[in-house]
């Protein structure tokens, strides 16, 4: 356990359905990055938070996904209206900025569009 | 962020060492090298890091080549256990980018 965690652990949802996912970052960590992955490929970047601030994008992250991290604490991941394109599982992680930083990931949550 | 080179796969037996190589030519001054695994249906978990000089932790070692284009990550004494995807990372800690960029890995099996 990396001390970083994601709810839910698994997600089955129909085509055109939103969906929402939570990550909650190790206390002190002021970095949050949302991944993702697909079967037999490494993580995809798709965003990163510094505190409450959304510095980064990838072109991944089309204008169905939004993520928040109002407080700098939790993030949120929403899809809308979800393609099966959309499978896949989603990591959360979150490091400390400085020199060499160490990211620690949760356990992804695993999202199966129907 | 500079790209590396890793093998799809490798083998191993148990309580045996284990030289996970990485290619990494293009590497910047100020790239450091990562390397994180990941374990089947889990998310990928830090192993070690270093710039110049080898690194040791109770993990793994990293031994990092004088001309830093090339890093082998040595598991001392394989186990069931680190039967996983090694991934190889160039960072650049003071890059705009805070984000790490995956390639596929070496998946690692480990036989008893």
């Known amino acids: 356990d990396t001390g970083v965690s994601q709810n839910p652990r698994h997600k089955i949802t129909k085509r055109g359905q939103n969906v929402t996912f939570r990550c909650d970052p190790i206390?002190?960590?002021?970095?949050l990055y949302w991944y993702r992955q697909t079967l037999g490929q490494g993580p995809e970047f798709l965003t990163y938070f510094q505190n409450e601030a959304q510095l980064e994008k990838s072109r991944l992250l089309s204008d169905r996904f939004s993520a928040e991290r109002p407080k700098g604490s939790f993030s949120t991941l929403e899809i809308q209206r979800t393609e099966q394109g959309d499978s896949a599982m989603y990591l959360c992680?979150?490091?400390?900025?400085?020199?060499?930083?160490?990211?620690?990931f949760g356990p992804g949550t695993r999202l199966l569009v129907l | 962020d500079a790209k590396t080179t890793q093998p799809n796969s490798m083998e191993s037996n148990e309580e045996e060492p284990v030289h996970l190589p990485c290619n990494h030519s293009t590497i910047s001054g100020t790239d450091y090298i990562h390397w994180y695994r990941q374990l089947p249906s889990q998310g990928p978990e830090y192993v070690i890091h270093?710039?110049?000089s080898n690194v040791n932790n109770r993990m793994a070692s990293l031994a990092i080549a004088e001309d830093r284009k090339s890093s082998t990550l040595i598991l001392h004494r394989a186990t069931l256990r680190d039967a996983a995807v090694y991934y190889c990372?160039?960072?650049?800690?003071?890059?705009?980018?805070?984000?790490?960029?995956f390639g596929k890995g070496t998946k690692l099996s480990v036989k008893p």
């Open positions: 270093g710039l110049t």
């Open positions: 206390s002190e960590h002021n970095r």
């Open positions: 990372i160039l960072r650049d800690p003071g890059g705009s980018q805070g984000n790490l960029i």
């Open positions: 992680a979150s490091s400390l900025l400085r020199t060499g930083e160490t990211q620690y």
